[in-house]
DNA sequence: TATAAACCTTCCAACAATGGGAAGGTCAAG
DNA sequence: CTTGACCTTCCCATTGTTGGAAGGTTTATA
C-alpha cells in the first residue's frame, strides 16, 4: 500500500505521516524498488493508533510513549494511565484558562452598549493606566519549553530501531 | 527610557516589543544617538494595552484592529464589541474542544485499573481496528488540537529589507 | 581612568504540528 | 508513448515566544 492509500486509510495526512517517520515517531517503512513507501497493514494499524491520539491532543512525545507501551505486551496499565492523567490535568489546565479569559471578556463586553459611541468598558480596561490591574494578573508564560531535547539532523538511515525512547527519545 | 525599562514597566518582554515593532503592530519608536531605542510614557502605555489584550487571548491581528480603535476617538463600540465577542466565541469553541477531550479520556482513565498488568481501556481505544469510535465522532474538520484555524491572508513582500514599515499591514 | 558588567543592537534558529508547493521520478491507463 | 495521478525530497510558512551569537554602548566600580 502506497502512502497516499495508507493516509486515506489511517485518516494520517501523507505529509504527516512522511512528517512522524522523520523525526522517528514511526520507524522506517519498507520501500519499493522505486523507493516509494510501502505500508503493511500492520504500520496502518500504527497510524490509526496516532491519529486516535492525536484526535485526543496528544503531543507527539506522549504519543511516542503510547505507542512504546501499546508494543510492550509487559506494560503496567498505571503506566498508561499516568501518562493519559497528566494530559487530563493539561488539557484541563488549557480549557480552564481559556474559559477565564472568555468569561473575563463576555462579562467586559455585556457591559458595552455595542452601539455608534466610542465609550467601551473592553477598550476601558485594556487601557488602564495604572500597574494593579485587578483581576486578570496572569503572569504565566504562553508556551512552557517542556523539556524537549534539541537535535537538528532527521537522518537516521541505519539504527531503526531508536534504542532509546525513555524521556521523549523523539529528535525533530 | 529603554526597552529594557520599558518592557519592565509594561510587562512585554524586550524581545516581543522588537518583534512586534518588527511586524508594524507597534510604530518604530524614537533612537537615541547611540541607535538605542527610546520609549516615551505613551509608548509604554500602548504596550500595556498590548499586554493586557495578549493576556486575553487576542492575537496579533485582533490587537492591530483594537489598537487601532482605540487611537480612533470616533469608534463605535459596536466595533470593538464584535471583536471581542468572535474572539469570546473562539475561546469557547477552543475550551469545548479541549474539555471534549479531557472528557473522554478521564472517562476511559476512570475504567483503568492502573495496575502493574496490562490491559488497559485507553490503549484499547487507541488501537481499535475498525473505524468505530463511537462516542468522539468529528466528522473531519481536520484541524489543530486547539482548532487555529488558518484565516491568514496577510502579504509579505518576501523580503526583509527593514525599509518598508508603512503599509499598516501586519507583516511577518 | 580603565575595565568589567549590564545593557543595547541585529540576525538566525528553535519550538509545535501542519500545509503548500517546486522539481523531479514512477506508474497506470489510454 | 503520452497524460495524469501518483510518489520522492526539500524548502518555506504558519503564531508567538524565547535563546543565543556577535558586536556596540553605557554605567558602575576597582
Not at 69 to 89: P, T, Y
Request: aromatic share 6%; hydrophobic share 35%; with cysteine.
Amino acid at each position: 500500500m502506497n502512502i497516499g492509500k495508507a493516509a486515506a486509510a489511517s485518516g494520517v495526512s501523507a505529509k504527516m505521516i512522511r512528517y512522524y517517520e522523520s523525526i522517528g515517531l514511526i520507524p522506517e517503512v519498507a520501500r519499493t524498488e522505486a523507493g516509494y513507501r510501502d505500508y503493511s497493514d500492520k504500520d496502518v494499524h500504527r497510524l490509526r493508533f496516532i491519529r486516535r491520539a492525536r484526535d485526543l491532543g496528544f503531543s507527539v512525545d506522549q504519543m511516542a510513549e503510547l505507542l512504546a507501551l501499546w508494543q510492550d505486551r509487559g506494560r503496567a496499565s498505571a503506566d498508561v494511565k499516568r501518562i493519559a492523567l497528566e494530559h487530563v490535568a493539561e488539557l484541563e489546565r488549557k480549557a480552564r484558562e481559556l474559559m477565564e479569559m472568555s468569561e473575563t471578556l463576555s462579562h467586559l463586553a455585556g457591559n458595552c452598549q455595542g452601539d455608534d459611541r466610542p465609550d467601551c468598558p473592553i477598550i476601558n480596561v485594556l487601557s488602564e493606566q495604572d500597574g494593579f490591574e485587578s483581576c486578570h494578573e496572569h503572569a504565566q508564560p504562553r508556551f512552557g519549553k517542556t523539556g524537549i531535547e534539541p537535535d537538528r539532523k532527521r537522518r537516521a538511515s541505519s539504527d531503526s530501531t531508536v534504542s532509546d525512547s525513555k524521556g521523549g527519545g523523539i529528535r525533530r
